[in-house]
Structures are given as C-alpha cells and as structure tokens.
Nanobody
Framework: QVQLVESGGGLVQPGGSLRLSCAASGIRFSINDMSWYRQAPGKQRELIARITAGGKTNFADSVKGRFTISRDNAKKTVYLQMNSLKAEDTAVYYC?????????WGQGTQVTVSS
C-alpha cells in the first residue's frame, strides 16, 4: 500500500519560514521523481517544486529563490523549505511521487501565512 504523508504545515507570519516533509512508504522512493504542489482556495492546483530521482530541481517562478526542495532517500522523505513566506503562499500543499506514469498523492497539509 502506497502512502505519502505530509507534515509541517501551520500558521506562520509573513516573512517567516516553514519546512514541510513528505514521508513515503510502499514505493521505491529513490527512483521516483518527487514534487510539491499547492492549491489555494478557488484556484487550480499548481506545481511549485520538483526534484528528480537524480537530484535535479525545478521551481515555479512564484517561489524561486524562496523555496528549496530536497530529498533523503534513506528516510524516504522529501522536504520543502519555505522562506520569506507571503500571504499568497497560503494554500494546501501536496506532495506527489512519479515513476513511469505511475503517480501517487499525499493528503495535503495546510499552510497559512497571516499576521
């Protein structure tokens, strides 16, 4: 049974930081590309960061320079470090695994940026 479990969300003030984690089980984590998406109320889910099995990273323009993505294959976990958070970063954040057209999603974790 495949499970992706996100954690680390919460309420943070503008300019603050959070680190999200996504722990995977039931997949060969090291060969999967891993991504973070987010969905704000009334908006479509958007891809914000991706890390390939080989460690190559990509970011959406909206988070470039503020967010970083990393992975620990031994722990089967992908991380999203979010710095300089803005109100517009408020959303539910999801992680996704992908390998050869087989993809799985986590349940999401809420991030709220507000003073």
């Amino acid at each position: 049974q495949v499970q992706l479990v996100e954690s680390g969300g919460g309420l943070v003030q503008p300019g603050g930081s959070l680190r999200l984690s996504c722990a995977a089980s039931g997949i060969r984590f090291s060969i999967n590309d891993m991504s973070w998406y987010r969905q704000a109320p009334g908006k479509q889910r958007e891809l914000i960061a991706r890390i390939t099995a080989g460690g190559k990273t990509n970011f959406a323009d909206s988070v470039k320079g503020r967010f970083t993505i990393s992975r620990d294959n031994a722990k089967k976990t992908v991380y999203l470090q979010m710095n300089s958070l803005k109100a517009e970063d408020t959303a539910v954040y999801y992680c996704k695994s992908w390998f050869r057209s087989s993809e799985f999603w986590g349940q999401g974790t809420q991030v709220t940026v507000s003073s």
